[in-house]
């Protein structure tokens, strides 16, 4: 019996490749997303993605969501504790592993292996060690598509915010970014590639800076189905 996991879902491209290369190499069965959702405005931590556009990738992935709800500000206490929940809840369920799209931060990754170290679930990490420039290009070339929800605008340029991942994008960037932004200069929202059974249809919305980052906002189009769509709080 294979292994079931789930992928940690942030929404972003890192996320979404991991679980493209875990279902190609077959070795682990994904049983599921996880994602940490802002329950007082209704979006991504980080990320900044709209609730309903989350739930619409973990329909287009064909995956179950699992939501690890905390509030706005989170104290670290009280992130630690939802989190051990969703831990617990997911090994009740049969989850031995959790898949992450960490790339090479060792501090990162010895966080997460710390936290889970004697819950019963094992971190993976299918992306580890890829470099960066050629990982970017695969996975545009792959079909990833994917827009820039949240710059850091001491690292990056703040009109970054809200472009397309793609070829010209990864020419534009500034000498020292890094090119999946893993150093935190960018965060993105995937709508496209093959990890999902279909595109997702959005629009984009205004671009704000928020607590010292700026954010570009994505919205499901109207003609987006109506199954793949929920109540989208306002921020």
């Known amino acids: ?34 994602c940490v959702v802002n ?13 309903s556009l989350i739930e619409a990738q973990a329909m287009a992935a064909g995956l179950p969501l699992r939501k690890v709800l905390i509030p706005a500000p989170c104290p670290n206490e009280r992130y630690e504790t939802a989190m051990a929940e969703a ?49 970017a290009r695969e996975m545009i070339a792959g079909g990833l598509r994917a827009r820039l929800t949240c710059v850091d605008p001491r690292k990056l340029p703040s009109s970054f915010a809200g472009r397309a991942f793609d070829d010209d994008l990864l020419s534009d960037l500034p000498a020292g970014v890094d090119p999946c932004g893993e150093n935190g200069e960018f965060h993105t929202c995937v709508v496209g590639g093959p990890m999902f059974r279909q595109p997702i249809d959005v629009r984009p919305g205004e671009t704000v800076e928020r607590d010292g980052f700026v954010f570009a906002d994505l919205r499901l189009n109207d003609r987006t189905p109506a199954s793949t769509r929920a109540v989208e709080k306002q921020p």
């Open 1 to 34: 019996m294979k292994t079931r996991a789930l992928v940690s879902w942030s929404c972003g491209k890192d996320a979404a490749w991991a679980l493209h290369v875990l279902r190609r190499q077959g070795a682990v069965e994904v049983a599921g997303l996880m």
């Open 87 to 135: 831990l617990a809840r997911a090994c009740s369920d049969g989850i031995s592993a959790i898949a992450f799209g960490d790339l090479f931060l060792e501090d990162v990754r010895r966080y997460r292996e710390d936290r889970m170290r004697g819950t019963g679930i094992t971190p993976l990490f299918p992306l580890w060690g890829s470099d960066t420039r050629a990982l």
């Open 39 to 51: 329950e007082t405005h209704g979006r991504a931590a980080m990320h900044a993605v709209r609730e």
